[in-house]
């Protein structure tokens, strides 16, 4: 994580499956509030997270909550106006309402779950700052974003990390700022994919204390996707050589094999479990046990090493 903190893999992925073995900690999580946000600015396209929408997604707290038109008390409703009455009322069959209303209960209830609409949760007073406004951070840094829409991806994102600092938004999601700023990236289609910069900035030997110039900020940001990149390419050079690895297995197989797609599905996922493989691949859970057996020295290693829930990966 961003401020330090280590987290077991195993304990990841158990939580982020719902099969926590122990009491999750504090520091997991927040690792795992930040594997989702990765995974939300993945799953949609690259513009979405710079947007209010996208911030409030990224952030699991806060959302825009449905208007609804309100009656001045001691008006008389006009029987002409259809926005004065709920849909549905004057229907003759009175069910048709209440369908309605559970229908539009289901969407809502779909877009939470997707992330579209998170649920506004209560702030505390003890936690949370009372003074600071971050709506109003949220608009001069989506600004900034705007302004520096036609510069170089690099300094683009530069930039916006540093006014995102500057703003102090979201302090209690210290490594939000770079996912962001991964985002720009992405959005500006330098990379594909969202950059890990939170491991480049762990690497870099840049710690913004808030007196660095133009220049240094820069400078300290560029240190930061240099070690990310060093990373993606490391992790990259493992995809390669473990494909060839598993290739040299999968090359003496039948033709109606699917041991060559359960290696795609190594080389596409990052974990890979019994159950995950029987689903993609159409098969039972026996069958990708013994390709996992026939894979033998080319398996990926284990990541959980637990046998309540095994997980196997590459990077």
Known sequence: MLDGHLVDVGDLVLHDAGMDVRHPTHELTRAAAALRA??????????????????????????VAESKP???????????????YPPYANDADPWKAHFAEIDALL??????LAGETPLPRSRSHLVYDPDQD???????WLDVVKRTSGWPAIAAAAVAWNAWLDLNLYTR????????????????????????????FKQSKFRPQGREGAAEKLEGFCQVLEEALAIAHKDLDRLILARELMSRVTAKTRSNSKLPE?????????????????KLLKVTPKAV???????????????????RYRAWGIV
């Open 262 to 278: 359960l290696v795609n599905l190594f080389l596409s996922r990052p974990l890979v479990t019994v159950p995950l493989g029987a």
């Open 107 to 112: 969407e809502r209830t779909s877009k939470v």
């Open 70 to 84: 309100t009656r001045s008390k001691g008006k008389k409703l006009d029987p002409n106006d259809e926005e004065a």
């Open 38 to 63: 990765r995974r939300t600015a993945l799953a949609r396209k690259a513009p979405w997270p710079l947007s209010i929408d996208g911030l409030a997604a990224l952030r699991g707290i806060g959302g």
């Open 134 to 140: 971050e709506a109003e951070a949220e608009d001069l």
């Open 289 to 307: 046990d013994l390709m996992l057996a026939q894979l033998g020295g080319a398996l990926p290693r284990e990541l959980t090493g637990r046998t």
């Open 173 to 200: 999601l210290p490594w939000l700022g770079l996912i962001m700023a991964a985002a720009i990236l992405r959005a500006r289609g330098l990379t594909h994919y969202l950059l890990p910069l939170a491991a480049g």
